[in-house]
């Protein structure tokens, strides 16, 4: 802080909400700040909407809450976005591996710090559709749900213990619990640009960079994660969009 400081002045500098300036400095009313104190200031940046994204699933794609993004949007019921609209992403955000995965060409990834692990390239497609990584009864499906939520693939109810196995030919590029709320989450790269995803696994059977075939064992089904009950939840996504499995899946 400089003399003439006033915190006002200091979002429209420094490019960030006034309200994300108070909350991360935990300031409280009146707000009077001292020459010399130190302020952190997270820088906010934008996301251009992209055909079939929503308001959910770019908020998990930067990590962030939900009803952050939708405030500091102003984002009314139904929460609806249009294509091409300019969102301010709260804080910076950082895109989680889940969008990283389905759009970065890079050949190497950290799965762990100080660990990097090469990224083979996916082996070819074994035909047009992806196969069922488990059999079971869908409890959820694709689309919008009640509080401006989207589900962004389908869960599947399964026994414990089931086999979950690889929709299609490809190499794992994420397998950790990192991701707050997917418990043990598997991410596979598949040549064309695709990518398919099973979280709440009670186990991991691959490890990152691994490549791993069509009808593999690739996991052993759970409850980790944000849910209760046994259960795989699936994505495809083609490049940043998510898409309905159900359309793909033979």
């Given amino acids: ?3 003439g400081d006033t915190l006002y002045a200091i979002s429209r500098r420094e490019g960030v909400g006034l309200q994300d300036l108070v909350q991360a400095n935990k300031l409280r009313p ?3 700040l ?3 104190q130190k302020l952190v200031v997270h820088t906010s940046s934008y996301h251009t909407v992209r055909r079939g994204e929503t308001s959910y699933g770019i908020s998990r794609q930067y990590g962030i809450n939900l009803s ?3 405030r500091v949007n102003n984002i009314r019921k139904p929460y609806t976005l249009s294509v091409g609209q300019k969102l301010r992403i709260p804080g910076g955000g950082v895109q989680s591996a889940s969008n990283t995965a389905a759009s970065q060409p890079r050949t190497t990834a950290k ?4 660990r990097t692990v090469a990224i083979p390239t996916p082996p070819p497609r074994t035909g047009s559709g992806f196969a069922w990584p488990v059999k079971g009864t869908i409890s959820s499906r694709f689309g919008p749900k ?5 589900n962004d693939g389908v869960n599947i109810l399964v026994k414990r213990g089931t ?6 030919s490809g190499v794992v590029v994420y397998a950790s619990n990192a991701l707050e709320g997917y418990g043990n989450l598997l991410l596979v790269r598949h040549a064309g640009g695709w990518v ?3 979280a709440h696994n009670e186990r991991l059977l691959v490890r990152h960079g691994q490549k791993v075939t069509k009808g593999q064992v690739i996991a052993r089904a759970g409850s980790t994660g944000g849910v209760a009950t046994p259960q795989l939840h699936f994505e495809i996504r083609k490049g940043r969009r998510a898409l309905d499995p159900l359309r793909y899946l033979s």
């Fill in 1 to 3: 802080m400089q003399k």
């Fill in 68 to 70: 952050d993004l939708i």
């Fill in 34 to 36: 001292a020459i010399g």
């Fill in 146 to 150: 009640e509080g401006g939520l989207h």
């Fill in 111 to 114: 799965q762990a710090p100080g």
């Fill in 30 to 32: 009146p707000y009077a």
């Fill in 163 to 168: 086999a979950v196995k690889a929709a299609e």
């Fill in 196 to 198: 398919t995803a099973y």
